[in-house]
């Protein structure tokens, strides 16, 4: 009986590639640990350069050393000049020298980028330096495809505070202003439907989402941005990114779990569960 010739061997391909600046967690909640989670559940390559390390648990955070500068630089010419990157996500900046530096550094990418502004963890924890977010309005958002601050960090970087939905076309104003092509401000914080509005100062779409009545969301920010970034290296625009992202935090959200005795985690896995 005859036999059919064999299918030639596959041979792999790789999958997009989206690097993340942050901060490491050590808890694997939020930061660089989370944003890699929510890369391959969403079927990217994750790579990082870490800026500072964290001791961190559910409780809060107990400790932060940043890197030096050269550490960060080295961190990130060592991947973009070898791997190459289909978008970039930051997030845990912490001094003014380190902003200063991912921003030049992403000045000469040709990727899209999103920013995450984090400046308090959602214990409250500081970290960012205050004297940091004149560096990040004038040198990081510039070169942001999409800045994605929550109501703290609209009010810390502009002024603006956000206490109904009709203010947060006031906040993306404000925050375009710096020079981002997109704003996406973060209505979590507000009564109601998670709602968050996507602009750039021409278009605007508004997302809701229902809220989901569960504790346990560390990692929500760093989540979403790093989920936009996703989308952006698979191919997609930026209306669709940011929804396709924010649908996947929201399912996470619903999924988080308890862990310590404190906040828990979003669920980076519950497509799989």
Known sequence: MATSPASPPRTPVAPPRVLTVAGSDSGGGAGIQADLKAMLALGV????????????????????????????????????????????KTGMLASAELVDTVAGLLADVSAPVVVDPVGVSKHGDALLATEALDTVRT????????????????????????????????????????????????????????????????????????????????GTGCTLASAIASYLALGADVPRAVTAGKEYVTGAIAAGFPLGRGIGPVDHGWRWR
């Open 139 to 218: 040198r990081l958002l510039p070169v942001a495809t999409v800045a994605t601050p929550n109501l703290d960090e609209v009010a810390q970087l502009t002024g603006v505070e956000v206490a109904e939905e009709r203010d947060l076309r006031r906040a993306a104003d404000a925050i375009l202003g710096f020079g981002p092509r997109w704003a996406l401000i973060k209505g979590g914080h507000l009564e109601g439907d998670a709602v968050d509005l996507l602009t750039d100062g021409t278009e605007e779409h508004w997302l809701r989402a229902a809220r989901h009545d569960n504790r346990h969301t560390h």
């Open 45 to 88: 390559h994750g790579m990082s350069v870490i800026t500072a390390v964290t001791a961190q648990n559910s409780l809060g955070v107990n400790g932060a050393w940043e890197l030096p500068a050269e550490a960060v630089r080295a961190q990130f010419r060592s991947v973009v000049d070898d791997i190459g990157v289909q978008a970039v």
